[in-house]
């Protein structure tokens, strides 16, 4: 892989970008709340521990709700870290989850370097940066982003790999073995990149010549890329205990996911579906919306410029480059719309289509700056400045978001004002500390100096998960209410996604807000309730060591 060379402007640009982002990530991660989905991985990637501990003898994971279904490299992972780095082991999995999502970036900006230059290399960091839906879950979509990047990392490969058929490099093959392994070891749908490496050798026949000569040219690939499968596989085993059980089990896999009927809803276009029920333009949908347009715009001109590749000057690895990556983009949306697959949360199960994206938006807008400069500087300068101020509006955006940047949307729909309650918004509940520390700045009031007694604890309903309620709040008066007590609670928080927030009323008391929208709500029930308060002898009402997790 061709290195950054420090000489270009625009690559030493790129290394800014990366050393922008570090640093971000380690000044800004304990912004950031535990996801619903984090207990129950984190407890999946201590079982397939315990597994390989215990010699295959301890088999909790293959009935450990449906996780087995998942692969656990990226728990695995983490749990492994915790032994040796003695920090919270969410935070730990926040900084990792992280530096996955910052590899997605340099795989996707590598892959635009070598198709287009390194112009096309920053560009498509930058954008990829500055997206709300990849950055904002960099930090706690601790499935989504490993995958995504592992996905764009094997793509990457995968062009390389095209580049030199019949006869490609044991180093790319390698590469693409331990990332396409990765990726299956996560979620089986990185069965697609088997089909993405079956596409290369396709598009890189030799169609003009004879069939023996074609025929021969597929024989002489096929016999060289079986090893790399071979290793893809193997990485999968070791982190998808239950792929070794057979070997269709991946398969099997996929299959199941598409067969999924939880009584799951979703929100699209003001109206409550099913996860089942999801319109064939679900996926399409958020991908427009949420999106920054500059990158959409980029992204169509990217996949232009692929026929006028084939038409124009340059050569056909360029045109089977654009192919390769429009594949990583085209393929899994197709087979949604056309399968009209279950979905629910947005787009957070097709994340791993932005960093290709983002390749295709880097090529796109390069090309078009080529082009204009042969007809005139000015209009490449214009371009340029106007690449700028779009970056600047999402980047000032995505600060005023901070550290919801993955409730972001475009303008096509009027960014996140126009977004409440039409579509889905902090679906996991991100924004539950903020609204804690509302709620227990209201409880420590002066005016409020009766709440504050030691001797009376009050309880909290919430619309979402406890581990992340039981790593926020420090009050040892409030603690935890289940939603079978929801009536009986003192103090009700919760976020505006789904309308949960309208479950039960309440006194608002604290709200948590960004660009004029209320993300999450506390309410006081306290007069509703009306029942005399309970006492204990404090410290830890309802609370739980997260180190115990």
Same mark, same amino acid.
């Given at each position: 892989m061709e290195a950054l060379k420090p000489s270009n402007p625009y690559d030493r640009l790129t290394l800014a970008v990366f050393a922008a982002l570090a640093a971000?990530?380690?000044?800004? +991660?304990?912004?950031? !709340?535990?996801?619903?989905?984090?207990?129950?991985?984190?407890?999946?990637? #201590? /079982?397939?521990?315990?597994?390989?501990?215990?010699?295959?003898?301890?088999?909790?994971?293959?009935?450990?709700?449906?996780?087995?279904?998942?692969?656990?490299? +990226?728990?695995?992972? !983490?749990?492994g870290l915790t032994y040796f780095i003695p920090?919270?082991?969410? #935070? /730990?999995r926040h900084v990792l989850c992280a530096i996955t999502g910052i590899g997605g970036i340099a795989a996707s900006a590598a892959t635009a370097r070598l198709?287009?230059?390194?112009?096309?290399?920053?560009?498509?960091?930058?954008?990829?940066?500055?997206?709300?839906?990849?950055?904002?879950?960099?930090?706690?979509?601790?499935?989504d982003i490993p995958f995504a990047a592992a996905m764009m990392g094997a793509t990457l490969f995968v062009i390389r790999i095209a580049r030199q058929l019949p006869s490609p490099r044991a180093v790319d093959l390698v590469g693409f073995g331990l990332l396409a392994g990765a990726a299956l070891g996560i979620r089986s749908i990185g069965l697609l990149q088997l089909f993405y490496l079956c596409l290369a050798v396709i598009v890189s026949l030799p169609w003009q010549k004879r069939f023996e000569t074609c025929a021969g040219f597929a024989a002489s690939a096929a016999v060289r890329i079986v090893p790399a499968v071979a290793l893809a596989a193997l990485v999968m085993i070791l982190a998808w205990p239950w792929a070794a059980l057979s070997p269709l089990n991946s398969i099997r896999g996929l299959l199941a996911f598409s067969?999924?009927?939880?009584?799951?809803?979703?929100m699209f276009a003001g109206r409550v579906y099913e996860m089942a029920d999801v319109p064939r333009l679900y996926i399409p949908g958020y991908l427009l919306f949420r999106v920054p347009l500059i990158m959409l715009v980029g992204a169509a001109l990217g996949i232009i410029s692929a026929p006028l590749c084939y038409l124009g000057q340059k050569?056909?690895?360029?045109?089977?480059d654009l192919i390769l990556t429009s594949s990583a983009i085209v393929f899994p949306v197709a087979f949604q719309v056309l399968f009209r697959g279950p979905a629910f949360t947005g787009m957070r199960h097709f994340l791993f289509v932005l960093p290709p994206l983002a390749t295709l938006a880097g090529v796109?807008?390069?090309?078009?700056?080529?082009?204009?400069?042969?007809?005139?500087?000015?209009?490449?300068?214009?371009?340029?400045?106007?690449?700028?101020?779009?970056?600047l509006w999402d980047g000032v955006t995505l600060v005023r978001l901070h550290p919801y940047e993955n409730l972001s949307y475009n303008s096509l729909i009027g960014g996140l004002p126009g977004a409440f309650r039409r579509y889905d918004l902090d679906y996991w509940f991100n924004s539950m500390p903020e609204a804690i520390h509302l709620l227990e700045a209201f409880v420590r009031d002066r005016r409020l100096a009766e709440v504050t007694t030691s001797s009376k604890i009050y309880s909290v309903a919430v619309c979402g998960e406890r581990p992340a309620f039981d790593q926020s709040v420090t009050l040892p008066q409030?603690?935890?209410?289940?939603?079978?007590?929801?009536?009986?609670?003192?103090?009700f928080i919760a976020p505006t996604q789904m309308n949960c927030d309208q479950d039960i009323d309440g006194e608002i008391v604290g709200t948590v807000e960004r660009l004029g929208v209320p993300i999450a709500y506390v309410k006081d029930r306290r007069s509703i309730v009306d029942r005399p308060m309970a006492t204990i002898t404090p410290p830890s009402a309802g609370r739980r060591d997260s180190s115990s997790r």
């Open positions: 971000a990530v380690w000044f800004t +991660f304990r912004d950031y !709340a535990i996801s619903n989905d984090e207990g129950v991985q984190h407890h999946y990637g #201590e /079982l397939i521990i315990a597994y390989y501990r215990s010699g295959f003898k301890v088999r909790d994971l293959f009935t450990f709700e449906n996780l087995y279904l998942y692969g656990g490299l +990226f728990d695995m992972i !983490a749990v920090v919270d082991p969410y #935070e /730990l198709i287009a230059g390194p112009r096309a290399g920053f560009v498509s960091a930058v954008l990829l940066a500055l997206c709300g839906a990849w950055y904002g879950a960099m930090f706690n979509h601790t499935k067969e999924f009927h939880y009584a799951i809803r979703t050569t056909l690895p360029r045109h089977r796109g807008w390069s090309e078009l700056i080529d082009a204009l400069e042969m007809w005139s500087g000015r209009l490449a300068s214009s371009a340029i400045a106007l690449m700028c101020v779009c970056c409030l603690h935890w209410d289940f939603r079978s007590k929801w009536e009986e609670s003192d103090f």
